[in-house]
């Protein structure tokens, strides 16, 4: 129904910025929330950002301040904006698209932040 592709990781240092892109492709007329998580290997995945079409985006608190959100709502490409970012926001990056009451999700980037 969808699929997500995501862009945009690589490796930055300490206080610098990326921005991730998610490109949704399919049914997107039938997508709803969408958002942005990230896990490191070992540890639960964990909400980064998410953007809904009719309410205010949230944002993890441990990123709240540093990364915005947007959304283009005829596309429904989703940027993450990732300012000043730390060694402790490595991690692989994940889209999500919720469609109904499934959830599908990209493949994965990587960013890594090195001191």
């Known amino acids: 129904q969808v699929q997500l592709v995501e862009s945009g990781g690589g490796t930055v240092q300490d206080g610098g910025s990326l921005r991730l892109t998610c490109r949704p492709s399919g049914s997107i007329n039938r997508i709803g929330d969408m958002g942005w998580y990230r896990q490191v290997p070992g540890k639960e995945r964990e909400l980064v950002a998410t953007t809904r079409r009719d309410a205010l985006p949230t944002y993890g608190e441990a990123v709240e301040g540093r990364f915005t959100i947007a959304r283009d709502t005829v596309e429904h490409t989703v940027y993450l904006y990732m300012n000043y970012l730390k060694t402790e926001d490595t991690a692989v990056y994940y889209c999500?698209?919720?469609?109904?009451?499934?959830?599908?999700w990209g493949q994965g980037t990587q960013v890594t932040v090195s001191s």
């Open positions: 999500s698209a919720k469609v109904g009451l499934d959830v599908f």
